[in-house]
């Protein structure tokens, strides 16, 4: 009966210690440091192609806080996410005007838009 007794503390102590444990804060820390702050933005960028959208997609890779880009052909719209503490969105449309395309804000500069395959070189406005 004695032996029983203790039995069923040590198994009730190992339970509880277990459960304690479980709910220690520090276990949510991967969850934690898993939320992220990103904005998803849409805009115009001018262009024609197939090309262009590889060029105009391909000048934002390797910037960091960006974490995906899509330019439509037709619509001609932009849609990026990105982590608005790690860059701007004005310093994302200087990085497509840059590589020679127009935004809705700011104009790509006109040797940048002239070095452009004759094919991309859409009707500038």
Known sequence: MQMTKYFLILILTT?????????SPTN?????????????????????????KKTIESS????????????DIDSKIMIVTYDPHAL?????????ADSGYDTDTIKAKEEN????PRCCQYDRK
């Open 15 to 23: 339970v509880v210690s277990i459960n304690v444990n479980a709910k």
């Open 60 to 71: 934002l890779s390797g910037l960091e806080g960006i974490s995906y880009v899509n330019w």
């Open 113 to 116: 838009y002239e070095g452009l």
């Open 88 to 96: 701007t969105l004005t310093s994302i449309k200087q990085k497509i």
């Open 28 to 52: 949510n820390l991967a969850t934690i440091n898993k939320v992220t702050h990103e904005v998803t933005d849409s805009f115009e960028v001018s262009g024609n192609c197939g090309m262009c």
